[in-house]
Structure formats: structure tokens, C-alpha cells
């Protein structure tokens, strides 16, 4: 075993809690600053800031050449981003998508994917391009406006933070994962987060509402209608949280003769067109919207969704409703402005915040630009200023160059101030020259390296324009720095020109990107329409077989009529129904089922089996089948004797595996569910014994073992039912007559009592009816 006692930096007494803690910090925070969360100044992750980077020093402009995408990903993954090249393709891939990104910031030519979710080519196949808006993100970054930092290995420098020249945080919106917290920020129009900008500059403690005067609200590249109230919006844009209730964009095309159909232009933003339709032909095949007949995609270049309803009688806002509750046509898109404070804090932060940070750094960038320019300014003027004293001392300077042993030294020697000075025939003025009189190194050195072809006459001319143009910018330039007024005017400037680039005049592929895309309205109330609303009205005749398949006839049939059923099979129950009816089906196993009538196989073959439409195990028979009537109540008992009265509203169930109203154990099993019609209840034990009692003494309850309906030595219940005492309890005697029996005080008694013998005349069988 290897000795690890001098193994450095190594400490074997401390506690394995505190390590994996301070471990696992580490990485949350590497997660949060250097991969998940956006920084509030650019609205870039790394990766998307070393693409464009990489990018820029490839000399990739938006009206030059394409490069190959493996090119530019291997260079950003072996210089600024030592991860997988898939990741970094994947993630310029995305900034070249249209459909993800409201301002692309990279020009695609090839597969970079599309709306229906299908993967880009490889890196291999596709080239790309910087587009103007990431030339504007990145314009300033050779004149000091940011800070660099070594990359990984230290060979190279990169920026920190991009100039960003338009708040490209919610111009394009972002998305992550950290570890214990994520982001989530739409895309919004960018002329709208100008205009809402420069209000902040005029009204620097602006209110949060006033900004939604200026943007309303997101504005996603897939267009579609916002329908979040105004209210919601507020508070979201407020506090950082909160959501958009985002549906799509349709028109109803006639067809005449009264028939129509409804055409989808617009899908909601990140949802996949190929998905979208799968989950509604799923919609179609399982027949949860009834009235919608067929989908069908058109789309070409654009979004082209055809919806068919089953009939002309359909109300198109009824089946859009349905739509809206079923199907991603409408999606909630959840807002999280999670974003790192100057690349560092993580913080929730409202829309007020985000924009007050990307002026600070518009600022900070417009000082730092300045204060750089100025410096090339002085450095150009002293250049000139030696130049200038050149010209003047044209003969003497060449004499030094011609005849000194050290030129560079002679000239710096010199006295320029008072000797070999000649005036100019053309214009009265007088050189300044070099303060103290002497050439500095600079100026010694660019006198040296002058060409022979700038000692034309023209040139000293056009040197007192360049330098009588650069004193005033430098002028300039100092009244910018010295006021805050100024700055904030020309940041004001600087957002009007974006606007104007970028705003609803701007046309790429002739299609107007700038303007509003995605539009408002007022969701609406969609009101709950009965199924029978949604489906023709038609007789059937529902037959269930013994073995549990079940199928819908056409038309009422009549009900003595024999019918084909599989080998060993017959039938069980048949009943009249119509299309609109909902079935109840009730399993030994106390559980409620409900079905639609209109979902039933057709009455042509021998139909389908019923656990296969709903989730009734093998083990549990099925008791009854009957049409749901919601105000009736049900009187329900299982073989043990308990049972009680549900309403029967109470039972419907609204998935497949049904809904549990009687609770039974063990080899109980639940064996009575009829209708409660009458005032009393009649109850008959496997050991022929009958007990009438008063209904009132049985509890309405909407799941539960129930109580006490009879009591028994040995078996169990046989059979229970009400009825009407006043007019009498009736069963069918063994010849098939129906008989009634009015004198029943003999069999009347208390709950849970034992009963007597059950009358002469009794079915064998042991049931009512």
C-alpha cells in the first residue's frame, strides 16, 4: 500500500461531512457563475461569450465569409472552453436558430435544425457567421471596454463581459440549470427595451409598472398571443417570478356550404411542431375532444396546422377551448429572472434591476472607450506636434538624418523652440512646437520612420487638420468624462441607433424580424361543455358479454334478440343507451369505473374487452353496467354484510383506474350496487333470512366499509334492494310471476338485526329480482 503520510495537501482528520461539503460547494458555485446563469451585463453564458469571441478572431463578420462549424467549435473548445465540442456545436447551433432566439446571434448556412425538434447536422456539414447583433455585442472590445483574464491555460486572454451594445439579456431571453436554483427569461422586442432604457435615463427611479408602458410583455420569436392578465404581468416583471400564459395563432378558413376548418399559424415558443401533432392525433385516437375529426400539417417555410372538426355544427371556440386544455396550443412559460449581479451574485431580480444594470455597464464601457480614445488622441498629437516641427525645420531635421553619427539622439538634442524656424508663404500661423522645446523619443522615432512621400507640401496641411479635428474631439471627450449629463446623452444615442438598426424596420430573408411578433389578448372564459354538446346524439344498444366484451349496436335493438358472441361466451348484460350517455361500471372490487358511450367499439365484430379499456383486474368480476344518472343515489354492499348509500355524482371516476367507493378486505368482496327507489331497504343472507328496515337508518357516505346491514352465524349477504312499503316488496317465484307482498311486519325490525325465513314462495336463488 502506498504511504500517504507526506503526501501534500492532503489532511486525513478531516471529517468526511466537511469535504463532501466543501467540495460540493465548490462545484454549486462553478455551476452558477461558469455554465447555468446568464450575467445581467451581456445576457451571456461562457460558452455563448467564447463562441463570439472565437468567432471575432476568426474574422467571421456578418458580410464576410462562412467557416466550417467543427472550425469554429474546435478552436473555442482548444483556446477558451475545454469542454465536449458537441456541447460548445450545440450551443452555437442554438444561437442560430430563429425559432429559439428572438436576434440571432450567429448566421447559419446548412442544418442548423428546425421547428419540429429534428437535430442539426454535424459540425462537419454546416458553416457560420457572426450577424450584426453579435458585431454590436461585441463592438468595442479592441478599445479597453472590458476586462480580459488569462483562459484555462493560461496561452491566451479573454473578455470577462461583452461591450453588449443592446440589452441582450431580455432581447433574447435565457435559460438554465444550477445546482439549487435555475433561470428562466423570455425574449422580448428590442425597440421596446430601448424605448423602456432611455425612459430610465430621463426618470432614473422610474416605477416598475411605468417600464410596462414600454415593454408589455415578452415577445417570442414563434409569435402566438399572450392571454396572462395584466395584473400577472405586472407582478412578474416585478418580483422576477411568475409566468405567461402563451397560446397560438389561428384563423378559420371557409370552405362553403357551411363547412370550415381551423388553420394554425403561430405555435407556442419551444414547443415541437412533429410532438404538437403526435399529441393530437393521440387526442383523435383516444377520442378525448369528440368533436375534433382529423389533423393535418401543411406547413412549408412557414406554420401551417389544419384542424378538421367532426361536424359543420361544431363551434370553432369550443373546440379551440378543448384544445387550449388538452394540447400544448397553449403553454405556460414560466418567468425566473435568476442572474449574476457583475458576473458574480446570483440574484432574482426584477425587469427594473436587469436594465439598470446593463446602463451601469453601457456606462462603464462608454467611460473606459473614452478614456481609451483619449489616450490614443494625446499619444496622435504628440506624433503630429513632432511632425508639425518637422515641416517647419524641414532643412535642419534633414541635415541631422544626413550627417549625425546618432539621428535619433540629435534630433531629441535639439532646440526647436528658437532656431530653424521658417515661416510658411501660405498661411500666417505659428507652430506651437514642442513645449520645452525638445522631440520626445516618440516624436524623435516617428520623424525617423516618416516616408519620403509625406514631405509633400500637402501634407503639412492636412497634418494641422488632423490635428485641429483631434483637439476638438479631444475636447470633446473631456467634457464626456467630466459630466454625467453628457454620458448619459450619448448612452441615449447610442440606444436610438439600435433601435433604429434593430428595431421594426429591421428585414432578414425579407421578413420584418424587428417589429412585435407575439401580440395580447384576454384569455376568456372557456366554459365546461358537456360531452353530449360534443357529440351527435345517437341511439345504441350496449352489449356486454359474459367474459367481459363489450361493444355498442346501432339503433335500439331488440333487447330478446340472440346475438353472436366468441365459443364459450354469451351474454351478460344489454341495455338501450344513446351516444352521449356515460357508463358506471362497478367491479367486485368496490372500485367505480365510467366510461363514454360514444368510445365503445362498433357492434360489427364481437367488440373489445372491457379491462382493456379501463383498469379492472383480472381477479375481479364485474358486478353491474348501467348509464349514469347524477342525481340518483345508489345503495352499494359487499358479501359481508356492510354497505351504505352514495350519491351517485359522487362515483364518477376521471382516469382509468377508476374510483374507490367501497372498501373491502380480504376475501370480502362487493356484491350490491342498485338504485335507492323508496323508503326502505330489504336484505336477504345466504342463510335465507330477511330483514326489512327503514332507509333513513343507512348513512350517505362517498367511500367507506359502510355499516352493519344484517347480521349472520355463518355466510354472508345475498342479495339487498328498497323499495316503497306501501306498496309492497315483490320477486319473481319460481314460475317466473311476479309476487308482492304487502304483510311484512313479520320481517320488519332494526339494522343489523338477524331477520326471519324468507316467505313462502321465495327464489331459490336468493335475490329480489
Known amino acids: 500500500m502506498a504511504d500517504t503520510t507526506d503526501t501534500p495537501n492532503m489532511d486525513l482528520s478531516e ?14 458555485l462553478s455551476t452558477i457563475m461558469h455554465r447555468a446563469l446568464p450575467d445581467a451585463r451581456d445576457g451571456l453564458k461562457p460558452v455563448h461569450r467564447r463562441i463570439l469571441f472565437a468567432m471575432r478572431e476568426l474574422r467571421l463578420a456578418s458580410n464576410g465569409g462562412f467557416r466550417k462549424s467543427a472550425k469554429i467549435s474546435g478552436d473555442v473548445m482548444g483556446n477558451y472552453h475545454p469542454h465536449g465540442d458537441a456541447a460548445i456545436y450545440d450551443a452555437m447551433a442554438r444561437l442560430a436558430q430563429d425559432f ?19 437535430n442539426p447536422a454535424a459540425s462537419r456539414y454546416t458553416e457560420a457567421r457572426m450577424t450584426a447583433v453579435a458585431e454590436a455585442m461585441l463592438e468595442g472590445l479592441n478599445e479597453n471596454a472590458v476586462d480580459f483574464r488569462e483562459n484555462y491555460d493560461g496561452t491566451l486572454t479573454e473578455p470577462v463581459v461583452l461591450p453588449a451594445q443592446f440589452p441582450n439579456l431580455l432581447a433574447n431571453g435565457s435559460t438554465g440549470i444550477a445546482v439549487g436554483m435555475a433561470t428562466n427569461i423570455p425574449p422580448h422586442n428590442i425597440a421596446e427595451l430601448c424605448d423602456a432604457c432611455i425612459h430610465m435615463i430621463k426618470v432614473p427611479d422610474v416605477r416598475d409598472d411605468t417600464l410596462l408602458n414600454y415593454v408589455p410583455g415578452p415577445d417570442f420569436p414563434t409569435g402566438g398571443i399572450i392571454v396572462e392578465s395584466p395584473e400577472n404581468i405586472a407582478t412578474a ?6 409566468g405567461f400564459r402563451l397560446r397560438c395563432r389561428y384563423e378559420i378558413e371557409d370552405l362553403g356550404r357551411g363547412q370550415w376548418q381551423i388553420v394554425v399559424t403561430e405555435i407556442p415558443y419551444q414547443v415541437q411542431k412533429s410532438k404538437l401533432i403526435e399529441k393530437i392525433a393521440e387526442l383523435i385516437q383516444t377520442k378525448k375532444i369528440p368533436i375534433l375529426g382529423d389533423v393535418r400539417d401543411e406547413s412549408a417555410d412557414d406554420i401551417r396546422l389544419v384542424l378538421e372538426p367532426r361536424s359543420k355544427n361544431v363551434d370553432p371556440d369550443v373546440l379551440m377551448g378543448m384544445m387550449y386544455r388538452n394540447s400544448d396550443l397553449e403553454v405556460r412559460f414560466s418567468l425566473n429572472m435568476n442572474v449574476l449581479i ?36 494625446d499619444h496622435r498629437l504628440e506624433v503630429l506636434e513632432g511632425f508639425i516641427v518637422a515641416f517647419l525645420n524641414l532643412d535642419r531635421v534633414i541635415d541631422i538624418i544626413r550627417y549625425d553619427d546618432d539621428p535619433k539622439a540629435g534630433l531629441m538634442r535639439e532646440d526647436w523652440s528658437k532656431d530653424h524656424v521658417r515661416a510658411m508663404n501660405e498661411a500666417d500661423y505659428v507652430s506651437p512646437g514642442p513645449s520645452d522645446g525638445e522631440l520626445s523619443e516618440v516624436q524623435a522615432d516617428a520623424i525617423l520612420n516618416m516616408r519620403l512621400r509625406s514631405l509633400r507640401r500637402l501634407e503639412e496641411i492636412e497634418l494641422l487638420r488632423e490635428q485641429s479635428a483631434l483637439m476638438e474631439e479631444r475636447a470633446g471627450l473631456e467634457d464626456l468624462l467630466e459630466s454625467d449629463d453628457i454620458q448619459w446623452d450619448s448612452i441615449t ?45 345517437e341511439p345504441i344498444t350496449v352489449v356486454c358479454s359474459q367474459m367481459g366484451w363489450i361493444r355498442a349496436m346501432t339503433g335500439h335493438i331488440d333487447l330478446t334478440r340472440e346475438l353472436k358472441f ?13 351516444t352521449t350517455d356515460r357508463l358506471l361500471v362497478f367491479g367486485a372490487n368496490g372500485r367505480f369505473y365510467t366510461m363514454s358511450a360514444s368510445n365503445l367499439p362498433g357492434g360489427r365484430g364481437m367488440g373489445e374487452p372491457l379491462r382493456l379499456m379501463v383498469d379492472l383486474p383480472n381477479e375481479a368480476e364485474i358486478l353491474d353496467i348501467f348509464i349514469h344518472k347524477p342525481e340518483r343515489r345508489l345503495l352499494v354492499a359487499s358479501s359481508a354484510g356492510d354497505g351504505f348509500v352514495v350519491p351517485e355524482s359522487d362515483v364518477v371516476a376521471q382516469t382509468r383506474t377508476g374510483k374507490q367507493v367501497l372498501n373491502v378486505r380480504g376475501e370480502t368482496r362487493a356484491l350490491v350496487c342498485k338504485p335507492v327507489r323508496g323508503d326502505f331497504v330489504a336484505v336477504v343472507g345466504e342463510n335465507r333470512k330477511v330483514l326489512l328496515f327503514p332507509l333513513e337508518e343507512l348513512p350517505e357516505l362517498g367511500r367507506g366499509k359502510g355499516v352493519r346491514l ?8 345475498s342479495d339487498a334492494t328498497t323499495f316503497v312499503r306501501e306498496l309492497g316488496l315483490s320477486w319473481l317465484d319460481p314460475a317466473g310471476r311476479t309476487r308482492t307482498e304487502t304483510a311484512l311486519d313479520e320481517w320488519t325490525g332494526k339494522r343489523a338485526g338477524t331477520g326471519r325465513m324468507a316467505p313462502r314462495g321465495f327464489p331459490r336463488d336468493n335475490k329480489f329480482n
Request: charged fraction near 35%; charge should be positive; proline fraction near 4%.
Open 15 to 28: 471529517p468526511l461531512r466537511r469535504a463532501l461539503g466543501d467540495r460540493y460547494l465548490t462545484y454549486a
Open 100 to 118: 429559439n432566439v428572438r436576434y440571432p446571434l450567429v448566421d447559419g448556412q446548412g442544418n442548423f435544425g428546425n421547428i419540429d425538434g429534428d
Open 237 to 242: 416583471y416585478r418580483t422576477g417570478k411568475g
Open 342 to 377: 457583475d458576473g458574480l451574485t446570483p440574484k432574482v431580480c426584477s425587469m427594473k434591476e436587469v436594465l439598470r444594470a446593463f446602463l451601469d455597464h453601457r456606462r462603464e464601457v462608454l467611460i473606459r472607450r473614452s478614456t481609451h480614445r483619449m489616450e490614443k488622441i
Open 493 to 537: 444615442a447610442q440606444l436610438k441607433e439600435t433601435k433604429k438598426k434593430f428595431g421594426k424596420d429591421w428585414v432578414i430573408d425579407d421578413v420584418n424580424r424587428g417589429q412585435r411578433l407575439t401580440t395580447f389578448a384576454e384569455a376568456g372564459e372557456v366554459a365546461d361543455v358537456p360531452l353530449e354538446a360534443m357529440i351527435d346524439r
Open 566 to 578: 366468441k365459443d364459450g361466451d354469451g351474454p351478460r348484460f344489454t341495455f338501450h343507451a344513446e
Open 710 to 717: 344484517q347480521k349472520y352465524k355463518d355466510g354472508g349477504l
